[in-house]
């Protein structure tokens, strides 16, 4: 069982999973156990931000099915009958697409040509043993417990060279982006996708790159977490499987409080 590397499943079958835990839930276990179970019952919303992402991951990682699944509508008017009936006749031409508008056609195709003109960016996304989206199980057994955690991830881009992470964003320079990594916990999956597929793989671990994309201006950016910020996903990995071990054993899964005790409120340091 251990471990199990899958090409072929699906997003929505792989996020249906719950026999293995993603950095996702990790990090909701961060925030509180109750996070991470009412997580488990609540998926994620789509939301029209969340859709452009997945068209540019689509047109960068897998151009041939973007090709196939992805269709540019012309505008209609939907609030007359005409643009009404038009709108519904272009939708069943095409039945299964998704459809994007002719902005966001120019904003993927910009962004393809900045990634394209990018040498290291693009030497990554041309190699012959890349897989974007493959499933990748595999049992931790850094806790205190007989049966491990399972654990699982599914890398935007694996190749011999590194693991990439395609993330769009409004602003791309360092400082902002580092600002971002801490607050979203990018660098928890940095460490958990390195550490994950090493084991997997059984080689060295590979470099964690992230490709950061602005999507206003469709700038680019390459940054790879530094040893200090993998110090530190690491660390809070390791206090996020703990804690998930503890919570497994007892069956309890608390919130902020668990004892709902009155906390003391002290202002921020950058207050001070």
């Keep these: 069982m251990d471990p199990v590397i899958d090409p072929a499943l699906s997003h929505a079958d792989y996020h249906a999973d719950r026999t293995a835990l993603s950095s996702s839930q990790l990090k909701q276990m961060l925030i509180s156990p109750a996070h991470y179970q009412f997580a488990l019952t609540q998926p994620p919303k789509p939301t029209p931000a969340k859709d452009f992402g997945t068209a540019v991951h689509t047109a960068l990682l897998e151009p041939a099915r973007f090709a196939r699944e992805y269709v540019v509508s012309p505008k209609h008017d939907r609030r007359t009958k005409a643009g009404r009936e038009a709108a519904a006749a272009f939708e069943a031409a095409h039945p299964g697409c998704i459809f994007l508008t002719s902005d966001e056609a120019t904003a993927i195709d910009k962004i393809r040509t900045q990634v394209d003109a990018r040498p290291f960016a693009s030497l990554l996304l041309a190699q012959a043993d890349g897989v974007a989206e493959r499933s990748v199980f595999w049992t931790d057994t850094s806790t205190d417990t007989p049966e491990g955690i399972r654990c699982k991830c599914r890398p935007d881009w694996h190749c011999s060279l590194a693991l990439l992470d395609i993330k769009t964003t409004t602003d791309a320079s360092a400082r902002t982006f580092a600002r971002d990594a801490v607050k979203y916990g990018y660098d ?85």
């Design 188 to 272: 928890l999956s940095a460490a958990f996708y390195i550490d994950g597929i090493a084991h997997a793989f059984g080689g060295v671990p590979l470099p964690f790159v992230f490709l950061v994309i602005e999507k206003e201006n469709w700038e680019i950016a390459l940054y790879e977490p530094d040893t200090e910020m993998l110090q530190v996903g690491r660390q809070k990995l390791r206090h996020a499987l703990a804690r998930f071990a503890q919570c497994r054993a007892t069956d309890t899964w608390p919130g902020y409080q668990p004892d709902g005790e009155i906390e003391k409120l002290a202002l921020p340091r950058w207050a001070l």
